[in-house]
């Protein structure tokens, strides 16, 4: 075979391979962002700014720590799935961690990381880190985001929320409501 | 003003050298050859430029976030320029005719286009990740088109990336344990040995020789932790690695300012030891108390690696190239090891001793370039010395009169040793011409 053909192959290689790696994300979230059931999520924000990726907010889950037994062996950076039940308002509360994922029909499971563990008095309190923590916003609209959002939290009858598609443990994040105005529109 | 090429064959003419019709067929001849290679690089490098620019542009069009487009749509353009861009980049690679300017411009298109790809795509379905994490997934995208393209600008690009990423990684160590920066580095590595091989003297061969040291430089500050002060002898001994390596006889083949390894090297180690020749570095190590922890911090391992480095650089080039005269900055590195040792049980000492190495340097500088007539080299020396002086300025308590004589000798010794250099050279060469005119 020709050095010239075998270049070719190997280029068309390289191709496919610089196409797959976007494209396997594009097909995954797709699937979380059709299939996957609602799901909303109480939050509070900050206002950060990455060079390559524009503006975006880094979101704070009200539900993001849990207590767990002295003598369980969760340890920080560990992935973990959060098993969590919908109250009366759709806003998920958590209801228990597990090492792996799954299905239960009253339950609606995410994955997330332990970012660290605390020690308390006879427990130890779990601090996760969700994988949709990130929203990007046209760059103008960020800064009111994070005002309305400071207003939201001083408003006790007002509740901030992200909404999410949640697909066998994997989460894509649709949008972020205050009260039921979206941010987005 | 030099005179052109036009008139010099007519001075020939006018002298006799050439008759009117010798002198007729080589200014026909000329005007039918190609552009000359200067205009081509010129058309290269602008439209490198063009092409940086407009990925710039792209980049900073996409982070201003197109809420307003369907998600299909968003999609559709963040893929277009990365297809696009493989496309024109196998055209320019695969095409009927070698187009080497449009190559290299395809291959920065492509750079930008996979970054900016991979960013919209994490833009568009919110997808959480560290920078480090996207400037790898990106650098191990494009690395390949270095060896597929054969292009130095590429490797240059994916260099510069690579070091973008360890030094981010780096700085946020706690969420990336493993830094992938040499991994990069190393897959690289192949390409730039095959540019050392058949291209020794291009210019992009040459941006290698600063882009490669400065990366690692940069590289090195990003393992600072717990036992800091280790940094500055491992610095010492990556800059004598760079300084050594420049002394091997490819990069002294080359002129003195091209070489990155020798200038970066050299200045390095210098700056180190001025830094050094304050007393802030040798009390807190004097005050510094052993502990275990200390050994296992990154500035450990990295001091053993360069120290190592240091070592086999210097056996390898005092046999390459055993006159060692040239290299008068060679064994700093071990004399310093010796007097950071001092450090840790004496604070007064090892400062002197900076200083003392520092002059001693600065004289064998001006030595080597008295020795090998090179004004360049015989002023570097004074400058050294003219910067320790400095420095000592801002810390010594000896009074203003003393600094000013200290600073009027330097400023003599300036004037006299250049004035006795172009005398000389000016003695033995009493027409002043060119001797190869």
Redesign the interface.
């Known amino acids: 075979m020709k050095s010239?053909s075998i270049?070719?192959i190997?280029?068309i290689a390289?191709?496919t391979?610089?196409?797959y790696?976007?494209?396997r994300?594009?097909i995954r979230?797709e699937r979380v962002?059709h299939s996957g059931i609602t799901a909303k999520m109480q939050l509070a924000p900050i206002d950060p700014s990455?060079?390559?990726?524009?503006?975006?907010i880094t979101l704070s889950f009200r539900e993001n720590t849990i207590d767990v037994s002295t003598r369980s062996e969760w340890k920080a950076g560990q992935e973990v799935y959060v098993f969590m039940k919908p109250d009366n308002n759709r806003l998920l509360h958590i209801d228990h961690l597990g090492a792996f994922y799954s299905e239960d029909k009253n339950l609606i499971c995410l994955k997330a990381t332990i970012q660290r563990l605390n020690d308390k008095q006879g427990y130890k309190e779990v601090r996760l880190l969700?994988?949709?923590?990130?929203?990007?916003?046209?760059?103008s609209?960020a800064p009111k985001a994070e005002e309305a959002y400071q207003s939201a939290l001083r408003d006790s009858s007002t509740i901030a929320y992200g909404l999410l598609s949640v697909y066998k443990g994997e989460a894509?994040?649709r949008d972020i409501l205050i009260g039921e105005k979206s941010l987005?529109k | 003003m030099p005179l052109t090429f036009e008139q010099r064959i007519d001075e020939l003419l006018q002298a006799g050298v050439i008759d009117p019709d010798t002198h007729q067929r080589i200014r026909n001849y000329y005007a039918t050859q190609k552009q000359p290679a200067s205009l081509n690089r010129t058309i290269l490098v602008f439209g490198i430029l063009g092409a940086l620019l407009v990925g710039l542009g792209a980049i900073l069009i996409i982070a201003h976030n197109w809420d307003t487009l369907p998600r299909l749509s968003r999609l559709i353009i963040a893929f277009l320029p990365l297809i696009a861009s493989q496309l024109f980049c196998g055209w320019t690679i695969f095409g009927d005719k070698a187009r080497p300017a449009l190559k290299e411009i395809a291959v920065t298109c492509l750079f930008f286009a996979i970054g900016a790809c991979l960013a919209l795509v994490s833009q568009i379905y919110h997808i959480e990740g560290s920078l480090a994490n996207f400037l790898l997934a990106w650098a191990a995208l494009y690395i390949p088109v270095i060896y597929l393209a054969r292009s130095s600008i590429a490797s240059l690009l994916a260099v510069a990336l690579a070091a973008y990423y360890g030094f981010t990684a780096g700085i946020m160590s706690y969420q990336h344990p493993f830094n992938w920066y040499f991994a990069l580095m190393a897959a690289i590595a192949p390409y730039y040995l095959l540019l050392l091989r058949r291209q020794p003297f291009a210019n992009t061969t040459v941006f290698h020789h600063w882009l490669i040291p400065i990366s690692l430089t940069i590289m090195l500050g990003t393992v600072a932790g717990s036992g800091g002060n280790l940094l500055f002898p491992a610095y010492v001994n990556l800059f004598s690695v760079f300084y050594l390596a420049g002394n091997l006889p490819l990069f002294r083949e080359q002129k003195r300012r091209l070489s990155g390894y020798l200038v970066l090297g050299s200045l390095g180690i210098i700056v180190t030891l001025l830094i050094c020749s304050f007393d802030f570095l040798w009390q807190d190590l004097a005050s510094t108390k052993f502990n275990v922890g200390l050994y296992k911090s990154g500035e450990v391992y990295a001091f053993a690696v360069t120290l190592l480095a240091a070592i086999g650089m210097l056996v390898y080039v005092s046999r390459l190239v055993p006159d060692s005269t040239a290299r008068p900055l060679q064994y700093v590195f071990a004399v310093f090891l010796v007097i950071f040792i001092i450090g840790y049980f004496d604070s007064k000492l090892p400062q002197i001793l900076v200083n003392l190495l520092l002059l001693v340097l600065s004289i064998l500088v001006i030595r080597k370039g008295i020795r090998t007539d090179r004004l360049e080299i015989l002023n570097y020396g004074l400058l050294i010395l003219s910067a320790q002086v400095l420095c000592r300025f801002f810390d010594t308590e000896i009074s203003f009169l003393l600094r000013g004589l200290l600073f009027i000798s330097v400023g003599t010794g300036f004037f006299v040793a250049n004035y006795q250099m172009i005398s000389r050279r000016k003695s033995l060469n009493p027409a002043g011409k060119n001797p190869l005119s």
């Open positions: 010239s270049a070719g190997l280029f390289m191709m391979i610089q196409l790696v976007p494209i994300e594009v979230k962002w990455d060079p390559f990726r524009g503006k975006f969700y994988p949709f923590e990130q929203f990007y916003m046209e760059e609209k894509v994040i987005i």
